[in-house]
């Protein structure tokens, strides 16, 4: 890519573009620091609960090309930014870690990050935040003074889409939030909740009605299954729910991959735990081992759509008849 654009003049355009996953996809370590160094402290990231944004913080800051460096090797050149987002906010600067615009972080948030999480940098790395040489491109750089941003898809856009399908249908459709982050399992405990208080006394929604969401949850690794913050979701969900009848839901990301499997995510009925009882899966060890995969695998539930060669983040739907 920077072989790409070097040696432009103001009489080149540059079209760029950018989409959730760019993280995993332009990887270009700092110098000093192995690909395999930052392979390491992206897999400590993802399993520490860390938030999207305070993951590609760090991502930016031990990147040669994220945070704007790519955009920056484009100067003087004008450079269009094409971008879906996947990230709760639609900040640019976070998706695919923002490679081709301003970065308002700096190496000293980082390090922040790093210490809040316990994260162990490689001494390399730990250098490179502290010496401050990670710092990023900032906003009012001059090199990005030819830089425009354009949102093409977006999360809001797919839960209105949902919205128009569930209208159609005679549903209600209630869209809840388009950000929605934290721990998968709170989430679901929390949206379980409000489908029990909508299905028993008709608040703050009357039935039928769907509860749409988006955003990305976390989910904080402690056991040895196979999962993703969707089907940990919806786990929680069901297990909150506890068989309440006329509650059913999906979850999945966008992209056809929950987790590090091509499973976009599952579906939950009210005879999902019975179901699960019956082949000797304990929903709760699921739960604590992190085994959202093998369990709704168990039961014949998954959601498993192939690539979908798009990314908006994750999709909720909750169905109270």
């Given amino acids: 890519m920077l072989e790409l654009v070097s040696g432009l003049t103001s009489d ?3 079209i ?6 760019g993280s995993a996809l332009l990887p270009l370590p700092a110098n000093g620091i192995t690909l395999e160094e930052k392979q390491e402290i992206n897999r400590a990231l993802l399993k520490s609960g860390a938030t999207i944004s305070e993951m590609n913080c760090v991502r930016r800051h031990l990147s040669a090309i994220k ?5 920056a090797a484009c100067h003087p050149a004008r450079v269009v930014n094409l971008v879906i987002s996947d990230v ?20 000293s948030q980082a390090l922040d990050i790093v210490r809040r999480y316990a994260i162990e940098l490689p001494s390399a790395a730990r250098t490179f935040l502290e010496s401050g040489e990670g710092e990023t491109i900032k906003p009012d750089d001059s090199r990005l003074a030819r830089v425009t941003t354009h949102l093409i ?20 459709p209630v869209i809840l939030s388009d950000r929605i982050e934290g721990e998968a399992r709170d989430v679901g405990k929390v949206l379980a909740a409000l489908a029990l208080q909508i299905r028993e006394h008709h608040q703050p929604f009357s039935t039928p009605c769907v509860l749409l969401s988006g955003g990305e949850t976390t989910v904080t690794v402690k056991g040895s299954g196979r999962g993703g913050r969707n089907v940990e979701f919806l786990l929680s969900t069901a297990i909150a729910l506890n068989g309440a009848t006329d509650i059913y839901a999906v979850a999945g990301d966008t992209d056809g991959v929950d987790g590090l499997e091509e499973i976009a995510g599952a579906f939950i009925a009210p005879d999902s735990l019975e179901r699960a009882w019956a082949r000797g899966v304990r929903p709760l060890q699921s739960l604590d081992s992190n085994d959202g995969h093998g369990f709704f695998e168990a039961i014949g539930d998954s959601l498993v ?11 909720r739907a909750i169905l109270v008849l």
Avoid: H, K, Y
């Fill in 12 to 14: 080149d355009l540059v």
């Fill in 16 to 21: 760029c573009l950018i989409s959730g996953g």
């Fill in 67 to 71: 945070g704007g460096r790519l955009a």
């Fill in 88 to 107: 709760p906010g639609d900040n640019p600067m976070d998706i695919a870690s923002g490679p081709t615009v301003g970065d308002l972080t700096t190496c």
């Fill in 153 to 172: 898809a977006t999360p809001q856009m797919a839960l209105e889409a949902a919205a128009t399908v569930a209208q159609q249908a005679g549903i209600t």
């Fill in 305 to 315: 759509t192939g690539p979908t060669l798009t990314n908006v983040n994750d999709f």
